[in-house]
């Protein structure tokens, strides 16, 4: 790299963006922010343009996190015991970083009991929720795949509980909006985990004890 004066430094990371034309100064920034990147330009206008598209990028990206954070979310688990054939589900209603409701109950002795059903169960407790709420947009945060899944495809399902499910789901998006999000289960934070899953993971768990 040609480090002399005629050449424009961007030192951008997700929490500093900033153009220089000292080397030095770029480095010493790079040692305060260990996780920024140094890319080097011939002109200023080039490195101001750049500069200030990462700037706008970054503007839209904090507007999409806030309004994010507006959005009624739930947080959907299910809990399924086979040697004792229970099932339990639970949905954690969270809305600009505060716990609302805890939505949780347990699988009918006449209803089917598995981890898909009790899934299936926790999400529809959460529309009955946005429903009683009068929600038009919510987000609903899942670890069981099929919740989404069986929605998308033309499969004709054989079991009547994932059959119903569907027909529930797709009758009340219709007047709902809704965001699917998928998380990962027993997963750290630093892993992609979330504390609000773990949370109902723990309630649909209590509900069946």
């Not at 140094?38 to 996190?65: G, M, P, Q, W």
């Not at 946005?130 to 998308?152: F, M, N, P, Q, T």
Request: aromatic letters at 8%.
């Amino acid at each position: 790299m040609n480090r002399n004066s005629e050449i424009y430094y961007v030192i951008s990371s997700e929490t500093h963006l900033s153009m220089t034309i000292s080397w030095s100064t770029a480095t010493a920034i790079l040692h305060d922010h260990p996780d920024a990147n140094i890319t080097s330009y011939n002109s200023d206008e080039e490195a101001f343009n750049v500069c200030s598209k990462l700037h706008r990028k970054r503007i839209s990206l904090e507007k999409k996190k806030r309004d994010a954070e507006h959005i009624p979310t739930y947080y959907t688990d299910g809990s399924y015991q086979p040697d004792r054939n229970k099932a339990g589900y639970a949905a954690v209603l969270v809305q600009n970083g505060e716990v609302l409701s805890n939505k949780v109950g347990k699988m009918a002795h006449n209803q089917p009991k598995k981890c898909t059903t009790a899934e299936m169960a926790a999400v529809m407790g959460a529309i009955g929720d946005a429903r009683g709420r009068g929600y038009k947009k919510i987000v609903i945060c899942y670890d069981c795949k099929a919740v989404k899944d069986s929605l998308e495809t033309k499969k004709e399902y054989k079991d009547g509980y994932v059959r119903n499910y569907v027909a529930y789901m797709k009758k009340h998006m219709e007047n709902i909006e809704i965001e699917f999000r998928k998380v990962k289960a027993h997963a750290s934070e630093d892993k992609g985990g979330n504390r609000y899953n773990k949370e109902a993971d723990k309630l649909a768990k209590r509900a069946i004890a």
